[in-house]
């Protein structure tokens, strides 16, 4: 039977396991190449000074001529649609419908962790990040990290909670990218070959291995040194629920069905 020819596409979200994922799907697929795209993260995981879209910019432009000699991404899409091969995978901080490679079929894959622990570990990351600086690096960085390393998990929640315009909901972002959908998790299902959680990481890699044919073994390392899996319980939750609701309920969705049909083979 004819099959479209299909690249698989990652969809890492931070501090969701993200590198776990590029590495089980490695194991499981090892003569595949894999792409690893600069970041076209969604609206909620930018920054909101224009010191941190350059910077951002700068990255991109510098991880593109890397892989591809050029600055632009729309000619690097052109570049990995004609030399890609069947079965490569396409790996990188983007969100649904960012790879533009019309010459392919598209296997979405992605893992999502609870909403709440994801914010936590992200808090715990910027807070490191910030410390580990020398103290005149401070003054240029991005205002998240700014927040985490002065100030507590609470004051973190604060301070997204005050640009939740920009800030809420990274985790559907990345899932459904700019789209307006009624259900995300419907829509997760219909578009994606492969979704589970990082709390359940053996089902997650049980049903990728049958999907795929080949054996995927779990990997997950937390890359955050000495970083505690349960936020503090000194946080406004309230904050957190408007903040990550579509999120929260996303997630329940998600974890609630796994090993049913979305999960299995299609």
């Given at each position: 039977m004819?099959?479209?020819?299909?690249?698989?596409?990652?969809?890492?979200?931070?501090?969701?396991?993200?590198?776990?994922?590029?590495?089980?799907?490695?194991?499981?697929?090892?003569?595949?190449?894999?792409?690893?795209?600069p970041?076209?993260p969604?609206?909620?995981?930018?920054?909101?000074?224009?010191?941190?879209?350059f910077?951002?910019?700068?990255?991109?432009?510098?991880?593109?001529?890397?892989?591809?000699?050029?600055?632009?991404?729309p000619?690097a899409?052109?570049?990995?649609d004609?030399?890609?091969?069947?079965?490569d995978?396409?790996?990188?901080?983007?969100?649904?419908?960012a790879?533009?490679?019309?010459?392919?079929?598209?296997?979405?894959?992605?893992?999502?962790?609870?909403?709440?622990?994801?914010?936590?570990?992200?808090y715990?990351?910027?807070?490191k990040?910030?410390?580990?600086?020398p103290?005149?690096?401070?003054?240029?960085?991005?205002?998240?990290l700014?927040?985490?390393?002065?100030?507590?998990?609470?004051d973190?929640?604060?301070?997204?909670?005050?640009h939740?315009?920009?800030?809420?909901?990274p985790?559907?972002?990345?899932?459904?990218?700019?789209?307006?959908?009624s259900?995300?998790?419907?829509?997760?299902?219909?578009?994606?070959?492969?979704?589970?959680?990082?709390?359940?990481?053996?089902?997650?890699?049980?049903?990728?291995?049958?999907?795929?044919?080949?054996t995927?073994?779990?990997?997950?390392?937390?890359k955050?040194s000495a970083?505690?899996?349960?936020?503090?319980?000194?946080?406004?939750?309230?904050?957190?629920?408007?903040?990550?609701?579509?999120?929260?309920?996303?997630?329940?969705?998600?974890?609630?069905n796994?090993?049913?049909s979305?999960?299995?083979?299609?």
């Amino acid at each position: 039977m004819h099959q479209d020819p299909f690249l698989y596409v990652l969809v890492r979200i931070r501090k969701s396991g993200s590198q776990s994922l590029v590495e089980m799907i490695h194991s499981a697929l090892p003569a595949s190449r894999i792409f690893s795209m600069p970041p076209i993260p969604p609206k909620a995981d930018l920054g909101i000074e224009l010191s941190e879209d350059f910077r951002r910019v700068r990255r991109t432009k510098k991880r593109l001529w890397k892989l591809f000699k050029t600055l632009d991404y729309p000619n690097a899409w052109k570049i990995l649609d004609a030399t890609a091969q069947p079965g490569d995978v396409v790996s990188g901080h983007f969100h649904y419908g960012a790879p533009v490679l019309p010459s392919w079929k598209l296997k979405y894959i992605t893992i999502v962790r609870e909403p709440v622990r994801r914010l936590f570990s992200e808090y715990q990351y910027c807070r490191k990040s910030y410390l580990e600086r020398p103290f005149w690096r401070h003054f240029h960085i991005a205002a998240r990290l700014k927040v985490a390393g002065r100030g507590s998990f609470d004051d973190y929640v604060g301070y997204l909670h005050k640009h939740r315009e920009q800030f809420a909901n990274p985790m559907s972002g990345y899932i459904i990218g700019g789209q307006t959908v009624s259900d995300p998790y419907d829509f997760l299902c219909q578009n994606y070959f492969h979704f589970g959680t990082l709390e359940k990481i053996g089902t997650f890699t049980e049903q990728l291995s049958i999907k795929l044919g080949s054996t995927s073994a779990p990997a997950w390392k937390n890359k955050t040194s000495a970083a505690p899996g349960k936020p503090p319980a000194d946080y406004d939750a309230n904050k957190v629920q408007d903040l990550l609701g579509m999120d929260i309920r996303l997630y329940e969705m998600i974890d609630r069905n796994l090993g049913t049909s979305p999960g299995m083979p299609r």
